[in-house]
Nanobody
């Protein structure tokens, strides 16, 4: 079992930055691949970014490459998503997920999400 709790969302203007955090408890964080997904109103859940359990591999959806950066602090059981140059189309509920099997990760545990709203 694992618990994932996201934080850091909010209402911001286009062009600014936000950093999302996800704290993991109840499972071995250091051996978990971690990911970020998002779901915009009326749309399905979309993959955003992933970081391998050892932190040396990352992967991003094309629409956020160069703007978003995933990182992790295994000592704090926390994964981060640094989001720069935010756009209105980044508006969504952002979820973190934990899994295994890099690069073909099986996502097993999910957080409850944090809302990010970007105004133009």
């Amino acid at each position: 079992q694992g618990q994932l709790v996201e934080s850091g969302g909010g209402l911001v203007q286009a062009g600014v930055s936000l950093r999302l955090s996800c704290v993991v408890s109840g499972r071995s964080f250091s051996s978990s691949d971690m990911g970020w997904f998002r779901q915009a109103p009326g749309k399905g859940r979309e993959f955003v970014a992933a970081i391998s359990w050892h932190g040396t591999r990352t992967y991003y959806v094309d629409s956020v490459k160069g703007r978003f950066t995933a990182s992790r602090d295994n000592a704090k059981n926390t994964v981060y998503l640094q989001m720069n140059s935010l756009k209105p189309e980044d508006t969504a509920v952002y979820y973190c997920a934990a899994g295994s099997g890099w690069p073909a990760v099986r996502w097993e545990y999910w957080g409850q999400g944090t809302q990010v709203t970007v105004s133009s």
